[in-house]
């Protein structure tokens, strides 16, 4: 029997945490996670996209010309560049320098020092016979120190280049070098290879030429650190003419290019003024080369290091993307250091990626979290889904807008985080949701009385603790818990922030969405319904209880009540009615309606007892309306009922503000309206009203006077309250007399006036007014 129990409880255990497996994959967690994920898939194929097609590339290109500035440093000085400058052309009469000009340029060169020439020129057609001649003599008597330039057969898109390379004659003693590069789109950069083949035979290029290079076939990057200004320049002409210092190039290679500013062999440079000659960047290209072959890892770390940072984040609980944001700083920062070692990355498509992932994320932040706190809103929960193994909570926090008037929004949100702590710690809720001054949350289904068990201890607990934890005893939980299984999740949501609302306005700590409670909720629609109607065409129904002298059997004054039929069916309840117009915040409305119809058939009764009492009920809040005492005390005089035959029977159920009822008590007092303290006993109808409220009549709760025959505790409240009452000169009316006996008792303590269904029960004014003319009510007296 025992295994028997245990092999049971296991089971119970092993489905329990199934369920609560299941339930977090249908999560707001997981669902964000979902969500999340998609959004980085697609932010990692959106960089690789963008790295196949070089989107990026002008921003790549801009962004190494900025590191390039910052890195910048002197170019070494054994190459220079020997510029076929707008000077030069201008001593040629804008002619470019023949054959002959360029053989006396060789000759002038290697005499100044000069150990090797590299045209960036192929000279590849013929010129003159003589000057051909000429030039490949000078070739030959300079064999091996002299490169010429050469651009194999290529393609430029759907253009076909075809090949550029010298003349036989000057290939047999002059060496070739590659001129040509592969630009960027807008000629922001360039790309150079370390040789070509041409004839199957391979020759380095003009940049691997200058630096003596003889590694491995790569493509690589000129590195733009080198400062333009510090490379050595000669003009062309110049050295024609002899005037520049030898000093300046002995021992050095040079480059002659084509610097006039009309040449189409230029690029350009970010952060920098207008052309730059393609030569120049075959000299850095050399100064590169001399340091090392740049390594181009291209795009791949830094997509890498994308792929892994928007997963993560994909993962994370909140809505932080501050790990988004490090990576940024560090897909910026790396390049920075890695350029000082030759290695190049691309990180442009990487930092799209993260953009793409940034904005998909703040969107689902922007949806499924809170604006105020780091919290899940009730969007992020699986809404469409119904659950019958769930319950739906909800927790209104009381006066959240006035506790946090002076906190930050750290503090707010650590309030909040409190709060969660503690919704998760004594159950199985899942997510927590935060909604305006609410949180929801689901945990398994319970049955009914366990449900109110742990409702009821979890309001208390989180009472506590704030009370405790933030000092503050005016903040009270109210708890919505829905148990309507078959509906949709967003439909119940919905229905448990309702109840939480109600349960904060009833002052209860907590109200459960059920079936019953539904059908209550649908009946106070309808109460609400039938007196907006009835407001609207003022017709609520009222009568009149009499109010008897316990001494004489005298009628003295009566009660107003309302007795109405709105539809010509069932007598309305009145305190159902009364709930909605507070609720609905007309009851100062109400209280003018029925006090007009009671006034009316009260002047009958004043014509036949001119000291006849009329009391009209009204909420002692009221008091503090200044409209609502003008209306009413416009109507008395307009209907022309004396002020000195009108009682208001004060009821409240909340503590009254001395400041603020004080001068409409004076008014009343001086225009001669009684005050009567209704249920006395009960709710805040306290001794303290009695030192708040000048009033010249108390109404003992008919609940005290009903028990007086069965509880002594009662008889005794009941005694001390007429001793009280009339030590302060005030008169005592007890409520809900129901038998002789009981008014042979309030008689023998010296009760003043009682009413109830000893008497008669409520009654037209018609009714009262033939009963006062008896003058006495039939009683023992």
Same mark, same amino acid.
């Given at each position: 029997?025992?295994?028997?129990?245990?092999?049971?409880?296991?089971?119970?255990?092993?489905?329990?945490?199934?369920?609560?497996?299941?339930?977090?994959?249908?999560?707001?967690?997981?669902?964000?996670?979902?969500?999340?994920? !998609?959004?980085?898939?697609?932010?990692?194929?959106?960089?690789?996209?963008?790295?196949?097609?070089?989107?990026?590339?002008?921003?790549?290109?801009?962004?190494?010309?900025?590191?390039? *500035?910052?890195?910048?440093?002197?170019?070494?000085? /054994?190459?220079?560049?020997?510029?076929?400058?707008?000077?030069?052309?201008?001593?040629?009469?804008?002619?470019?320098?023949?054959?002959?000009?360029?053989?006396?340029?060789? /000759?002038?060169?290697?005499?100044?020092?000069?150990?090797?020439?590299?045209?960036?020129?192929?000279?590849?057609?013929?010129?003159?016979?003589? @000057?051909?001649?000429? &030039?490949?003599?000078?070739?030959?008597?300079?064999?091996?120190?002299?490169?010429?330039?050469?651009?194999?057969?290529?393609?430029?898109?759907?253009?076909?280049?075809?090949?550029?390379?010298?003349? #036989?004659?000057?290939?047999?003693?002059?060496?070739?070098?590659?001129? +040509?590069?592969?630009?960027?789109?807008?000629?922001?950069?360039?790309?150079?290879?370390?040789?070509?083949?041409?004839?199957?035979?391979?020759?380095?290029?003009?940049?691997?030429?200058?630096?003596?290079?003889?590694?491995?076939?790569?493509?690589?990057?000129?590195?733009?650190?080198?400062?333009?200004?510090?490379?050595?320049?000669?003009?062309?002409?110049?050295?024609?003419?002899?005037?520049?210092?030898?000093?300046?190039?002995?021992?050095?290679?040079?480059?002659?290019?084509?610097?006039?500013?009309?040449?189409?062999?230029?690029?350009?440079?970010?952060?920098?003024?207008?052309?730059? #000659?393609?030569?120049?960047? =075959?000299?850095?290209?050399?100064?590169?080369?001399?340091?090392?072959?740049?390594?181009?890892?291209?795009?791949?770390?830094?997509?890498?290091?994308?792929?892994?940072?928007?997963?993560?984040?994909?993962?994370?609980?909140?809505?932080?993307?501050?790990?988004?944001?490090?990576?940024?700083?560090?897909?910026?920062? @790396?390049?920075?250091?890695?350029?000082?070692?030759?290695? +190049?990355?691309?990180?442009?498509?990487?930092?799209?990626?993260?953009?793409?992932?940034?904005?998909?994320?703040?969107?689902?932040?922007? !949806?499924?979290?809170?604006?105020?706190?780091?919290?899940?809103?009730?969007?992020?929960?699986?809404?469409?889904?119904? +659950?019958?193994?769930?319950?739906?909570?909800?927790?209104?926090?009381?006066?959240?807008?006035?506790?946090?008037?002076?906190?930050?929004?750290?503090?707010?949100?650590?309030?909040?985080?409190?709060?969660?702590?503690?919704?998760?710690?004594?159950?199985?809720?899942?997510?927590?949701? &935060?909604?305006?001054?609410?949180?929801?949350?689901?945990?398994?289904?319970?049955?009914?009385?366990?449900?109110?068990?742990?409702?009821?201890?979890?309001?208390?607990?989180?009472?506590?603790?704030?009370?405790?934890?933030?000092?503050?005893?005016?903040?009270?939980?109210?708890?919505?818990?829905?148990?309507?299984?078959?509906?949709?999740?967003?439909?119940?949501?919905?229905?448990?922030?309702?109840?939480?609302? *109600?349960?904060?306005?009833?002052?209860?700590?907590?109200?459960?969405?059920?079936?019953?409670?539904?059908?209550?909720?649908?009946?106070?629609?309808?109460?609400?319904?039938?007196?907006?109607?009835?407001?609207?065409?003022?017709?609520?129904?009222?009568?009149?209880?009499?109010?008897?002298?316990?001494?004489?059997?005298?009628?003295?004054?009566?009660?107003?009540?309302?007795?109405?039929?709105?539809?010509?069916?069932?007598?309305?309840?009145?305190?159902?009615?009364?709930?909605?117009?507070?609720?609905?915040?007309?009851? +100062?409305?109400?209280?003018?309606?029925?006090? *007009?119809?009671?006034?009316?058939?009260?002047?009958?009764?004043? @014509?036949?007892?001119?000291?006849?009492?009329?009391?009209?009920?009204?909420?002692?809040?009221?008091?503090?309306?200044?409209?609502?005492?003008?209306?009413?005390?416009?109507?008395?005089?307009?209907?022309? &009922?004396?002020?000195?035959?009108?009682?208001?029977?004060?009821?409240?159920?909340?503590?009254?503000?001395?400041?603020?009822?004080?001068?409409?008590?004076?008014?009343?007092?001086?225009?001669?309206?009684?005050?009567?303290?209704? /249920?006395?006993?009960?709710?805040?109808?306290?001794?303290?009203?009695?030192?708040?409220?000048?009033?010249?009549?108390?109404?003992?709760?008919?609940?005290?006077?009903?028990?007086?025959?069965?509880?002594?505790?009662?008889?005794?409240?009941?005694?001390?309250?007429?001793?009280?009452? =009339?030590?302060?000169?005030?008169?005592?009316?007890?409520?809900?007399?129901?038998?002789?006996?009981?008014?042979?008792?309030?008689?023998?303590?010296?009760?003043?006036?009682?009413?109830?269904?000893?008497?008669?029960?409520?009654?037209?004014?018609?009714?009262?007014?033939?009963?006062?003319?008896?003058?006495?009510?039939?009683?023992?007296?």
């Amino acid at each position: 029997m025992t295994g028997f129990l245990r092999r049971g409880l296991v089971r119970a255990r092993g489905n329990r945490a199934v369920l609560l497996e299941e339930n977090a994959l249908n999560s707001g967690a997981g669902l964000l996670r979902r969500k999340r994920l !998609k959004v980085a898939i697609f932010a990692i194929l959106f960089g690789l996209v963008s790295a196949a097609i070089d989107l990026p590339l002008p921003a790549e290109d801009f962004y190494r010309a900025v590191r390039a *500035e910052l890195r910048s440093r002197p170019a070494p000085q /054994d190459v220079a560049m020997i510029a076929i400058d707008d000077k030069t052309l201008n001593a040629f009469n804008r002619s470019m320098p023949s054959r002959t000009d360029d053989s006396r340029l060789i /000759d002038a060169l290697i005499e100044a020092g000069v150990k090797k020439i590299v045209f960036d020129r192929a000279h590849a057609d013929p010129e003159n016979p003589k @000057a051909d001649a000429m &030039f490949a003599d000078t070739l030959a008597r300079h064999d091996g120190k002299v490169w010429l330039g050469i651009a194999p057969k290529h393609n430029i898109g759907f253009q076909v280049v075809e090949e550029i390379v010298p003349l #036989p004659a000057f290939r047999e003693h002059a060496r070739l070098a590659a001129m +040509n590069g592969m630009g960027s789109p807008f000629r922001l950069s360039v790309v150079f290879p370390t040789s070509v083949v041409l004839d199957g035979e391979k020759h380095p290029s003009l940049s691997a030429a200058l630096a003596g290079y003889n590694g491995p076939d790569r493509s690589f990057r000129p590195d733009y650190s080198f400062d333009l200004d510090s490379i050595p320049t000669i003009s062309y002409i110049d050295v024609l003419e002899g005037k520049f210092s030898p000093d300046k190039i002995k021992g050095a290679s040079v480059v002659v290019g084509k610097a006039y500013y009309e040449s189409a062999d230029y690029y350009l440079m970010p952060l920098r003024d207008g052309k730059i #000659p393609g030569a120049y960047f =075959h000299i850095m290209g050399a100064h590169t080369l001399k340091r090392g072959v740049p390594l181009d890892l291209m795009w791949i770390p830094a997509l890498l290091v994308v792929a892994v940072t928007v997963v993560s984040q994909s993962r994370a609980r909140g809505r932080s993307v501050q790990t988004l944001t490090i990576a940024a700083a560090g897909l910026f920062a @790396a390049p920075l250091l890695l350029d000082e070692f030759g290695i +190049n990355i691309d990180v442009m498509s990487g930092l799209l990626a993260l953009l793409f992932a940034a904005i998909g994320f703040q969107r689902l932040s922007k !949806k499924y979290y809170s604006s105020e706190v780091d919290a899940m809103t009730t969007s992020a929960l699986n809404v469409e889904n119904v +659950n019958e193994d769930l319950d739906v909570y909800a927790l209104k926090i009381a006066n959240l807008a006035e506790m946090s008037e002076d906190w930050s929004a750290r503090e707010l949100g650590e309030f909040v985080n409190t709060l969660i702590t503690y919704v998760k710690g004594p159950g199985e809720a899942g997510d927590v949701a &935060f909604e305006r001054d609410s949180l929801v949350w689901l945990a398994p289904r319970m049955d009914t009385v366990s449900l109110e068990r742990h409702a009821d201890g979890l309001a208390l607990m989180l009472k506590t603790a704030i009370s405790h934890d933030w000092q503050s005893a005016s903040s009270t939980p109210a708890i919505g818990i829905d148990t309507n299984h078959a509906f949709p999740l967003g439909q119940r949501i919905k229905k448990a922030m309702q109840a939480a609302d *109600e349960a904060a306005v009833r002052g209860a700590r907590f109200i459960i969405n059920d079936a019953a409670y539904l059908e209550a909720r649908n009946q106070r629609l309808e109460i609400m319904r039938v007196l907006e109607k009835g407001l609207r065409e003022r017709n609520i129904g009222v009568a009149y209880q009499p109010k008897i002298d316990l001494a004489t059997g005298s009628i003295v004054g009566a009660e107003t009540l309302i007795r109405w039929k709105p539809e010509g069916d069932d007598f309305v309840n009145p305190q159902e009615l009364v709930l909605a117009a507070e609720a609905t915040d007309r009851i +100062n409305e109400l209280t003018l309606i029925v006090m *007009e119809a009671a006034l009316v058939d009260g002047r009958r009764a004043i @014509a036949i007892d001119p000291g006849f009492k009329l009391a009209v009920n009204m909420s002692a809040k009221s008091l503090s309306d200044t409209h609502l005492l003008f209306d009413m005390m416009t109507m008395l005089g307009r209907i022309g &009922f004396p002020a000195e035959n009108l009682t208001l029977e004060l009821t409240e159920t909340a503590k009254l503000e001395d400041k603020l009822i004080a001068p409409q008590i004076a008014a009343l007092k001086q225009r001669g309206i009684g005050l009567s303290i209704d /249920d006395f006993g009960t709710g805040q109808s306290n001794l303290e009203y009695l030192e708040k409220l000048p009033s010249s009549e108390l109404k003992i709760d008919k609940k005290f006077v009903q028990h007086m025959a069965s509880s002594d505790e009662s008889k005794a409240v009941v005694r001390a309250t007429i001793e009280i009452a =009339h030590s302060l000169g005030k008169i005592v009316v007890a409520e809900g007399v129901e038998d002789q006996a009981m008014a042979d008792a309030l008689r023998a303590m010296g009760c003043d006036q009682a009413q109830g269904f000893l008497f008669s029960r409520a009654i037209t004014m018609s009714e009262l007014i033939g009963m006062m003319g008896g003058r006495r009510i039939a009683i023992s007296i």
